[in-house]
């Protein structure tokens, strides 16, 4: 595709169920970022994968959150027994590395737990 | 650790008017640095970056940015703002690794009056 797309754009859930987020990057993109941006905020950096190293978890906020890139392409975000401050806009992004770091931006998916 | 600050959370022009939005950094190293734009329902666009060379920098749709390095600034100009340009304003600042993290200040919203 043309650029990186995010599923589902939206998505309503319990407090407590699990939620599964996924990232299909720019092909040929070897970077990929996960972001959250909560109401009113900036963009909060959660994880990012490059090629086949270990990814930088430096940024999850809790053992709920987890992602995976599978066949370097294609990510899912999962967050385990979601809670209401998860409420976000949860941001993917992809960039070629030799392209110095510019980054493209899916549209996002707004997660709101009820 | 890198840091961004924007110190304007909202900012009214008129239309035709001109336009800076402020933006602070924090890095030890030579910083990458970018402007993101966010319109109402979209996805994160890329404005302008700067990595090394011509302090001032030309980005789409009119803007440019000055990088002062004695100020730890990257502020976002435009001569002449159009309606078209209301949409919230994103500075950030990229690792000077490969690794191309990017860490992102809460954003100006910017409002254009008639």
């Known amino acids: 595709g043309a650029g990186v797309s995010q599923s589902p754009s939206n998505k309503v859930t319990e407090k407590g169920k699990d939620v599964e987020l996924r990232c299909d990057p720019i092909s040929g993109h070897t970077a990929l970022y996960w972001y959250r941006q909560s109401l009113g905020q900036g963009l909060e950096f959660l994880i990012y994968?490059?090629?086949?190293?270990?990814?930088?978890k430096s940024g999850l906020p809790s053992d709920r959150f987890s992602a995976e890139r599978t066949g370097g392409s294609v990510s899912t975000l999962t967050i385990q027994r979601t809670q209401q401050e998860d409420s976000a806009v949860y941001l993917c992004?992809?960039?070629?590395?030799?392209?110095?770091?510019?980054?493209?931006f899916g549209p996002g998916t707004r997660l709101t737990v009820l | 650790a890198q840091s961004v600050t924007q110190p304007d959370i909202h900012i009214t022009v008129s239309e035709g008017a001109s336009l800076e939005l402020r933006c602070n950094y924090s890095?030890?190293?030579?910083?990458?640095l970018f402007w993101y734009v966010q319109s109402p329902g979209q996805g994160l666009q890329l404005l302008l970056k700067y990595f090394s060379g011509d302090t001032l920098v030309q980005g789409i749709k009119g803007f440019e940015a000055e990088f002062k390095r004695s100020q730890s600034s990257f502020n976002l100009r435009k001569p002449s703002v159009h309606w078209t340009d209301a949409a919230e304003y994103f500075c950030a600042v990229g690792e000077d690794t490969n690794a191309g993290k990017s860490t992102f200040g809460d954003g100006t919203t910017l409002t254009v009056k008639p």
């Open positions: 994968f490059q090629g086949n190293s270990a990814p930088d």
């Open positions: 890095y030890g190293a030579t910083p990458y």
């Open positions: 992004a992809s960039s070629f590395r030799r392209d110095n770091h510019e980054q493209f």
